[in-house]
């Protein structure tokens, strides 16, 4: 095989390194994919980290994976080469676990992660289970799906299953690379939809993403607004601050869920006088499979939501990466690979 080019980590946490390697062939049951757009993702920082047990070095990141299957396994099923797909968070599951075996693959107890138990998109060429593909709508561009396959399929996924219906009220925290997406879907899907944000600057743009209200968190009690519009049926959080989380939870309404997809550090503190004589809860919502990624991007083609996006080559990995982290970047970082 010739050569490609790949962002490698050599170690926890060591830099960001360009390399060449050989290109890798599809195993039993795998796809290889010629990668044409890689998101860059704050879980990508688990790698570099070395944040999960077990991890193996060295590694590639990159889970926001959008190209086209140039080569097939054995037992590849009904995939094509020449077909557009992307890879998420989900990676692939074991298909042995209780989980699995109930068909709830994204909590498999084995579960595949690009660039966490395998080599992920910041090359050139990824090799990738079937179970992981997703199909990309033609309508969708490498780089506009690329960031749908995490940061997309999450706040999707987590709305259509929170439990609200159309016209509840849904409060959505965090104007950034999670936040912006969730607005759009949450506007679309029938919601009353409520931005929560850091200053009045926020304001002019979740009224372009689709809220219907604004909350400045600097200069209004959240949770008392909030109950001036009847309480939140369902707030998710993007932050990674869980003070801002702590701050809105008696915004619920009766019967309301905070639901949390973006990662923080510290822990979430609540009354449980006010969970239960409210019956609100606290919950999480891990992504989705291949199917949900494939469902959230055909809703993203029907109704107009796109991410907004900020794109380098794969030689600028650092500096996306950097601008990623920093959480200055404006929305989501996506590599393009130039094939």
Known sequence: MGKMRAIQIAGPKKALELVEKTIPSPRNGTVRVKVQACGICHSDSFTQEGAFPGMQYPRIPGHEIAGVIDALGNDAGNWKVGQRVGIGWHGGHCRVCESCRRGDFITCSQLQIPGISYDGGYADYVIVPIEALAHIPEALSAVEAAPLMCAGITTFNALRNSGA???????????????????????????????????????????????????????????????????????????????????????????????????????????????????????????????DSEDAMSFSVLTGIRSMNQIFPLEKVVEGYELMMSGKARFRVVLKTGL
Not at 244 to 262: P, Q
């Open 165 to 291: 219906i159309a016209g509840n009220t849904v409060a959505v925290l965090g104007i950034g690379g999670l936040g912006h997406l969730a607005i759009q879907y949450a506007a679309k899907m029938g919601f009353r939809t409520v931005a929560i944000a850091r200053g009045r600057d926020k304001q002019p743009l979740s009224q372009k993403l689709g809220a219907h209200h604004y909350i400045d968190s600097e200069k209004q009690q959240v949770s008392e607004e909030l109950k001036k519009l009847g309480g939140a049926r369902v707030i998710l959080s993007t932050v990674t601050n869980s003070a801002a989380l702590n701050a809105v939870i008696e915004g619920l309404s009766i019967d309301g869920k905070l639901l949390i997809v973006g990662v923080a550090g510290d822990p979430v503190s609540a009354s449980p006088l006010g969970l239960i004589g409210g019956r609100r809860c606290i919950a999480g919502w891990p992504c989705g499979t291949s199917i």
